[in-house]
């Protein structure tokens, strides 16, 4: 296969001998290091290489004017535009449509648009369009098209203000350009020769045909006969628009149209699901090419956000890959990870910060490897510190007691930090401490995104100290998104060496015998219809500026200019697209089958990832001889009723919690929890009636309780919510939910006592432990666990259990006693039952004795007792527990335990 640049290398130094005489001008810096690479291998002597420029280089040379960033360009019409406004908006507001509008003044100049003309006619379509036909118009109304009658002042006041310093952005490049072509070419006998290009804009069209006119240039297009002689296939349009308008054509022949494309192909067609199965696909082709498809290769990635997961894919046998696409700064690790410092500058509110901001920080993987030194995970300290003493707002104090000296200085840059125009130049000494705390950093890539990085923060720091147009952090965080979405990493290779991977404009003019493109999607190839921009639809018609037809059309060339001369070809498409990922398969796709050339091998493959389906299993764990042993320390230690109740609910749940030590997450509880709020609640009970244990209750004491609660409850807040605040939001409703179930709850204790019930408080919240001697257990086995409360009502014993949630009477009622220990949902009579034995066990009350729930959202109901029934649905209940009620619970309990100690019985984990 003879490429393209190829092609035009040995016809032009067939023809021209002189070859410092030649300026070759090509559409991209790539394209020319190939042409060069050609060029090398047809001059046979040795001698200076001909000139090689990029179109954008071409044209700056021409102008006079130097090229300035988009980021500079918006500080300088910023600068324009107080100018012309009496007052005029921050920069933060300005920054939301500035953007668009200088785009706007861009693709103006590119097609030398009078811009006069274009502004007023715009302006005229809104007034007609908004009110005018009213008189009187609103202050919104008149600002609204002041808008749109400025443009035109902004326009000519940024254009002069930019040529006055010899600078510009690419559309007033190429109008001043075109300004000095003549006196370029009078002064210029230099041989140019255009190389490669296809949608030129109506600035490009005017300077090229000025040179072929003027008889010292040439120009060699890209195309095929199959897309030239199609009147309607839009990878040919524009060569058809040149070739029948431009008059130069009308005596010399357009060069070079190949008919390559229909030459034999194999074109596989691969619908995979989803992007990152695409990337893996790809990687799964490039494993069974051959060596000598390598010698041509290109890996086209139309969705460049998948480049990170493609490098992950690629195989190891793959040494050397050269990359060439861009690499957005919005994708990689370190763009959150400076969002994050800019979030906590912007969020500081008297020295403190919210906990979230703060744990987001700490947690980033670039602060985690950060703060860890000599083993020692910094950033987790600090992180469960803050969970521990459930901080909402975290100080300095919190953070820095847990840090060595040497990590200060970081705390200092992100913390401390009291200049906010300073902040460009605080994440620069943030970048440099980086690299001095961690030295042997050896990672090329992330060396790479902190250069760039500390680039972009250089740029603001320069830029605002000489325009003073950041004045706030608010107004820094939306400048340094707009950087996010425009800017990108250009990785530096070798770019005739390796993999070659590239996005869809990077190949233009590159041939390659072997190709693979992802992400041949709607929406993605071709892009489809976007429109960002403040001239209208039919304007832009109007005058002849680019639409989405003129743009598909653009994609639609350079996707069939890489199929012309390949051989291979693997066309990879997203199968289940979303709204994010854009549409069906491309129409490419569907114009290659339609075109179903004679030549060309299509086969259609819809791939899926390799799935191996297991039948899932339950989790079991086996007792070993360690297990039982730890087994026993714990029954040694006592198994409480809560224990065993989790045992019963999932047998893994108590290996995880019980066995293995497995704490459930501490989190900072920024609202108070419903468990936080049932401690306190028993907390509070705790100490209101400890002081009555073995007194009988009346309506004295009870008052005498009411006027401590509001005390009693903060006091138990500040205990368990800890640094959590209770004095506003959802936090002080939860104290006064939680004052309410005590107010009602000694409400509730005088009805009691108006309905004549006798009540002698026994014990509170006291704290039992009694040996269970199970037969066949030849070691100590305990049975643990704190009783809320113990009374006498009318000469019958009771043992209380509060719960602030709802319990229901069925929930403590027993039919069958095979199901106590194996259904869940007898858990709560499971445990009063516990505490009933316990009780009985220790103090050996002979009285008759009875168990019950107080439920605090349920408390219409009463003490709701513990009973035994013969069947569900009867009516006759036994509440009183006594003997041989607590021997079959004895039994019932024992072969509990004993199942949890039986070698031959695994933990077997239940669906719950």
């Not at 360009?73 to 009496?86: I, Q």
């Not at 003044?105 to 379509?125: A, G, H, M, Q, T």
């Not at 830029?463 to 990108?488: A, C, D, F, M, W």
């Amino acid at each position: 296969m003879e490429s393209f640049l190829a092609s035009v290398a040995k016809d032009v130094t067939s023809i021209h001998t002189d070859f410092l005489k030649l300026v070759f001008v090509v559409p991209g810096k790539r394209a020319g290091t190939f042409l060069q690479k050609e060029l090398l291998s047809v001059i046979p002597q040795t001698t200076f290489s001909p000139k090689i420029i990029s179109v954008e280089e071409f044209v700056e040379e021409l102008s006079n004017l130097k090229l300035i960033s988009n980021l500079q360009l918006l500080f300088e019409f910023y600068e324009v535009y107080k100018k012309l406004n009496e007052a005029p908006e921050d920069f933060y507001s300005f920054n939301k449509w500035a953007q668009v509008l200088l785009q706007d003044f861009n693709e103006i100049d590119r097609y030398l648009i009078p811009p006069k003309k274009i502004f007023n006619y715009i302006y005229s379509v809104k007034d007609i369009d908004h009110w005018s036909n009213q008189e009187n118009k609103t202050e919104l109304q008149e600002n609204y098209m002041k808008f749109w009658k400025d443009l035109d002042i902004y326009y000519t006041g940024f254009t002069h203000h930019l040529l006055s310093k010899k600078k510009g952005y690419q559309g007033l490049i190429y109008r001043e350009a075109i300004e000095n072509i003549e006196f370029y070419l009078q002064n210029n006998d230099n041989h140019h020769v255009f190389v490669g290009f296809n949608a030129l804009n109506n600035a490009e069209e005017r300077l090229i045909q000025e040179f072929l006119h003027n008889g010292n240039a040439s120009i060699y297009w890209d195309t095929d006969e199959h897309f030239i002689n199609d009147p309607v296939h839009d990878a040919g349009l524009f060569m058809r628009r040149y070739k029948s308008e431009w008059k130069f054509f009308n005596y010399n022949p357009f060069r070079i149209i190949s008919s390559l494309y229909n030459t034999p192909k194999s074109i596989q067609l691969i619908g995979v699901p989803k992007n990152i199965s695409q990337v893996k696909y790809a990687g799964k082709i490039l494993q069974n090419l051959s060596s000598e498809q390598f010698q041509s290769l290109a890996v086209i990635l139309a969705d460049e956000t998948l480049l990170t997961p493609f490098l992950n894919s690629v195989p190891q046998t793959i040494e050397k890959v050269n990359v060439t696409c861009g690499f957005k700064l919005q994708h990689t690790p370190l763009a959150s990870f400076f969002s994050t410092i800019i979030e906590l500058l912007e969020e500081r509110h008297k020295n403190t910060w919210y906990y979230k901001k703060v744990i987001a920080f700490f947690s980033h993987p670039v602060s985690r490897n950060l703060f860890t030194n000599e083993k020692t995970d910094y950033s987790n300290i600090i992180i469960e510190n803050i969970q521990l003493k459930n901080i909402t707002r975290v100080d300095l104090k919190t953070i820095t007691e847990s840090l060595p000296e040497p990590l200060h200085n970081i705390i200092k840059l992100v913390f401390y930090n009291e200049e906010t125009h300073n902040i460009s130049q605080t994440i620069n000494n943030i970048i440099s401490l980086i690299l001095k705390v961690k030295p042997t950093i050896n990672d090329p890539v992330f060396l790479e995104y902190l250069f760039r990085f500390y680039e972009v923060f250089n740029q603001l720091l320069l830029l605002n100290t000489t325009y003073h147009n950041i004045p706030n952090i608010k107004t820094l965080r939306g400048v340094y998104q707009e950087i996010l979405n425009s800017e990108s990493i250009d990785f530096k290779g070798e770019p005739l060496d390796g993999l070659q991977v590239m996005g869809v404009l990077e190949s233009r003019n590159i041939d390659f015998e072997t190709v693979i493109i992802t992400s041949v999607n709607e929406g993605i190839l071709p892009s489809g219809k976007s429109y960002n921009s403040f001239i209208p639809f039919e304007i832009k018609q109007e005058y002849g500026l680019p639409s989405h037809k003129e743009k598909d059309a653009i994609y639609t060339y350079h996707f069939y200019r890489l199929l012309q001369r390949a051989k291979n070809i693997y066309i990879i498409y997203n199968t289940e697209p979303d709204v994010l990922e854009g549409g069906e398969k491309s129409r490419f796709i569907r114009q290659i089958i339609h075109q179903n050339l004679p030549n060309h091998t299509i086969k259609e493959i819809i791939a899926s990832p390799e799935v191996y389906f297991e039948e899932e299993k339950l989790l079991e764990i086996h007792k070993n001889a360690q297990l039982i042993n730890k087994l026993k320390e714990i029954a040694e230690k006592g198994f409480s009723p809560s224990t065993l109740s989790n045992y019963m609910r999932n047998p893994i749940d108590f290996y995880d919690q019980v066995i293995l030590n497995i704490k459930k997450e501490e989190e900072v509880e920024e609202t108070i929890a419903l468990n936080t709020l049932g401690t306190v609640v028993h907390n509070t009970l705790e100490e209101l009636y400890k002081p009555l244990t073995g007194k009988i209750l009346n309506t004295q004491l009870i008052n005498e309780m009411k006027p401590k609660i509001e005390d009693i409850i903060r006091l138990n807040f500040e205990k368990v919510y800890k640094a959590g605040d209770i004095t506003k939001g959802k936090n002080l409703i939860s104290l006064n939910v939680c004052r309410r179930y005590i107010e009602n709850f000694l409400n509730f204790e005088t009805q009691r006592l108006n309905k004549g019930d006798k009540i002698k408080i026994l014990h509170i919240e006291s704290n039992l432990k009694i040996p269970l001697n199970i037969s066949g257990l030849n070691f100590p086995v305990f049975l643990k666990g704190k009783v809320d409360r113990v009374e006498e009502v009318n000469g019958i014993i009771n043992v209380i259990d509060y719960k602030t949630g709802k319990v229901s009477t069925p929930d403590i009622e027993i039919t069958e006693w095979e199901n106590l220990t194996e259904d869940y949902k007898n858990s709560k009579a499971f445990q009063l039952l516990c505490y009933s034995y316990m009780i009985n066990e220790e103090k050996n009350f002979e009285k008759p004795a009875g168990a019950g729930i107080i439920s605090f959202k349920n408390l219409q109901h009463g003490v709701m007792q513990f009973a035994t029934k013969e069947t569900s649905r009867s009516r006759n209940k036994e509440t009183i527990i006594n003997k041989n009620t607590l021997e079959i619970f004895k039994k019932e309990l024992h072969k509990l335990i004993l199942e949890i100690f039986n070698p031959d019985i695994p933990f077997i984990e239940k669906e719950v």
